[in-house]
């Protein structure tokens, strides 16, 4: 067997319809296997680099990097049905038996034995190759996959792991070119460490990058080969972005482009054309300025356009003026119109990702955020909360004293299993975190075992280990979203709680907890800060929790001292169970009095729910632990089933998913006004349709404010309507925000 044919058929084997359906599409397909089953297939034509099968009356050429890169000698450009066919005669050909044998009794045939026209078949005549093909394509290819599912698909994956790694930073330069290059590393920088990237696969990898979405499959054949799952004119630079999240997700930093020369960054207008050497402050703010300016007349501009009818030179604009934001230092900015214009990108080209809805609200956030900054310039203020970081950076923190509050196992939506770890900074006074998190792809990586492993610091036995103690760091790193680097310049120790109850800071009126959180969670523009949701709680008197079967969910009634009722919830899932049935034991046998409860807040100021940790007992000094970690300690006895969950999993339908039933919708008036927005937005306008869609607004506004919706602006005729159409939208987002609808919508628009 040639080297070719042998790269080639190891690939095949790793494609399932999913990948094939991504090669081109499902239409194409169906109508390559139907025609499989018509029409035979033979290979013609073997060299060592290249491979030629005949099918149809065509001829389909691969070489090593795959079907990605196949030639069909039909006029139909890229991928066609022809070569989709040839590529599944050759994958069931290397899944027959009888084929297999065969092409092994000619492994060995010198390549010698290879005709005139370079045929190196290995001494098999093609009308041989063609029965093969037949013989293998009998039945379809079910057999086949049946097959491959029960064959073990670690060593397959840990040599697709291996190559991903492996690929020099030389050729993902080349493959995209430095702008390409330039493009993905600063693509990859601006994704959540943890959310921004699905890594997955079975048969071979899978990486779905997030907003926007775009998903690449790699089977082999070098980075040319991702396959992706829509097709793009610059699609070089996202599969060059998915092998650098790849390796971002499994600990290799690669290098930062080239800085562009001084030359190419002045056909740019960055602002600075006018500024003069001794006064860049001046010129900096003339700068922002003119940006502002720049970026509302185009959100505007796009609105009234449609979303629907963008064009190349609007994504350009967006690139620009990115470019522009982040030599303001507009950073928060350019995060925005960086994933604005990916997005617009992705719409022109009718890629599955694009979501007009999805790119209304990024442009909606995006003109809230311009306004404020205008609003905060006139008077002289420069919030960090606005403005945004470079980059989450962690920077030394010198020697910490933390105590211990136990941890949480999780899944993220986007693939990912991790351990978090919770602490409190007496001296600081708040939260600290530090995560250990794995894409699911690492299938050793347990959140639960970890949870008993050595770390994440020299010094630490395991963060088992940290809870209820007191442990001190040295060369602690944090950065400022509150997260500890687990860094191996830095060490532990631990001791001993001492007053472990009374360093705390809890809280044990409700209404303060509302006015508290009403002032950082109240804005969609206000600063991030998840470690801001941690609250120590101290209930005056606490309530019998239930599980409802039907919302999958346990509640926990906790009541401050004036009655008034905030419920701790649990949504049902494999890493929540044993908390769940925790839960249970302690109501069973009574929680003791003065008991504390370490919680993540969740849900809006006026009405939000807490998503319990551990408990905290007040013991006095020197005894046992008094923490609790729900999702560890005290686990159930064997076979002793909890009363719960044992009615919830004898249900029909057996419990799938972590997340609870959706709930009901009772702010459906706001939820249509949104979607009459959307669709405007959408559409776009002409001249002609304004003073109708104004007089719309007006209305769709007077019915809101009957129901007590009272925070829209009064439509009036001043102004350009997709203004006010900007604005309507901002307020809807504003108000899911307050209810809590729209808790993490924008969560990684705030990072960073």
């Known amino acids: 067997m040639s080297g070719v044919r042998q790269t080639l058929l190891a690939q095949l084997a790793r494609f399932d319809d999913e990948a094939f359906v991504a090669l081109a599409n499902r239409g194409l397909l169906r109508r390559a296997q139907k025609d499989l089953d018509k029409v035979a297939a033979n290979i013609v034509e073997e060299t060592p680099n290249y491979l030629v099968v005949r099918f149809a009356e065509q001829s389909v050429r691969f070489d090593g990097r795959g079907p990605t890169h196949a030639q069909c000698s039909c006029p139909a450009s890229g991928i066609c049905q022809h070569i989709l066919a040839a590529a599944m005669a050759l994958q069931r050909l290397a899944q027959s038996d009888e084929a297999a044998a065969v092409l092994a009794g000619n492994a060995h045939a010198p390549s010698a034995s290879a005709g005139p026209t370079g045929d190196s078949t290995g001494g098999v005549e093609p009308s041989e190759h063609t029965a093969m093909v037949d013989k293998a394509t009998a039945g379809g290819g079910e057999a086949g996959r049946a097959a491959d599912a029960e064959a073990p698909a670690g060593?397959?994956?840990a040599s697709l792991h291996d190559a991903l790694l492996a690929i020099p930073h030389a050729e993902l330069v080349k493959h995209a070119g430095k702008p390409g290059y330039r493009w993905a590393w600063q693509f990859v920088q601006d994704l959540d460490p943890e959310h921004g990237a699905h890594i997955g696969g079975d048969r071979h990898i899978v990486i779905a990058l997030q907003r926007p979405r775009v998903t690449m499959r790699f089977m082999g054949g070098g980075v040319g080969s991702l396959v992706a799952d829509s097709q793009s004119e610059h699609l070089a630079k996202y599969q060059v972005a998915a092998v650098l999240a790849y390796r971002r997700a499994h600990g290799v930093q690669d290098a930062p482009p080239e800085v562009p020369s001084r030359a190419k960054m002045a056909v740019l207008d960055l602002g600075k054309d006018h500024a003069l050497p001794d006064n860049a402050a001046d010129a900096r703010q003339d700068s922002r300025q003119r940006l502002r300016s720049s970026l509302v007349l185009l959100l505007e501009d796009c609105v009234g356009l449609g979303l629907s009818h963008l064009s190349r030179g609007i994504q350009e604009r967006y690139a620009t003026l990115a470019v522009w934001a982040q030599g303001a230092e507009y950073y928060r900015m350019a995060l925005l119109l960086r994933r604005i214009a990916d997005h617009v990108e992705l719409l022109l080209e009718r890629a599955g990702g694009a979501d007009e809805h999805r790119l209304f609200d990024e442009m909606t956030i995006a003109y809230g955020l311009v306004k404020a900054l205008g609003s905060a310039a006139k008077k002289g203020a420069e919030p960090m909360r606005l403005i945004g970081r470079a980059r989450s950076r962690y920077e030394e923190a010198g020697n910490l004293e933390l105590l211990g509050l136990g941890a949480v196992p999780w899944r993220s939506a986007s693939g990912y299993l991790g351990l978090t770890m919770l602490f409190w900074s007496p001296a600081e006074q708040a939260f600290r975190t530090c995560t250990d998190a794995r894409p699911e792809l690492q299938r050793r990586f347990n959140p639960r075992q970890r949870y008993s492993?050595?770390?994440?610091?020299?010094?630490?036995?395991?963060?088992?280990?940290?809870?209820?103690?007191?442990?001190r760091l040295v060369n602690a790193l944090v950065n400022d979203q509150g997260r500890l680097s687990a860094a191996e310049a830095t060490s532990a120790t631990v001791s001993s709680p001492g007053d472990f109850v009374a360093r705390l800071k809890p809280y044990g009126s409700w209404g303060e907890i509302s006015q508290q959180r009403a002032a950082f969670r109240s804005s969609l523009l206000g600063e991030a800060g998840a470690w801001r949701d941690w609250i120590v709680l101290a209930p005056a008197s606490w309530g019998e929790p239930r599980f409802d079967a039907n919302r999958q969910m346990l509640t926990w009634p906790l009541l401050d001292a004036t009655g008034r009722r905030v419920d701790a919830e649990l949504p049902y899932s494999e890493h929540n169970e044993h908390a769940i049935q925790r839960i249970e034991q302690l109501a069973d046998a009574g929680v003791p009095n003065g008991a504390l409860l370490v919680a993540r807040l969740r849900g809006s100021a006026t009405n939000f729910v807490a998503e319990p940790l551990s408990l905290i007992r007040p013991i006095p000094p020197g005894s046992d632990n008094p923490v609790d970690a729900l999702h560890f300690d005290a686990a159930p006895r064997q076979r002793l089933a909890?009363?719960?969950?044992?009615?919830?999993?004898?249900?029909?339908?057996?419990?799938?998913?972590?997340?609870?039933?959706a709930a009901i919708d009772r702010h459906a008036p706001l939820r249509t006004f949104r979607q009459w927005l959307q669709r405007q937005a959408e559409r776009g306008f002409a001249a002609e349709r304004v003073a109708a869609l104004r007089h719309e607004l007006a209305l769709e506004v007077g019915r809101l404010a009957?129901?007590?919706?009272?925070?829209?602006a009064p439509a009036d005729d001043a102004g350009a309507l997709s203004a006010a159409l900007l604005v309507a939208h901002y307020t809807c987002l504003q108000y899911e925000r307050l209810i809590g609808d729209g808790d993490g919508l924008f969560a990684s628009d705030e990072e960073g």
């Not at 492993?453 to 442990?471: H, I």
């Not at 009363?643 to 419990?655: E, H, P, S």
């Not at 009957?706 to 829209?712: D, H, M, R």
């Open 155 to 157: 060593s397959e994956l």
């Open 453 to 471: 492993a050595p770390g994440p610091w020299s010094g630490l036995a395991s963060p088992q280990q940290a809870t209820g103690r007191c442990v």
């Open 642 to 661: 909890s009363r719960w969950l044992d009615k919830l999993l004898r249900r029909d339908g057996a419990v799938g998913a972590d997340v609870p039933l």
């Open 706 to 712: 009957a129901l007590g919706y009272t925070a829209f």
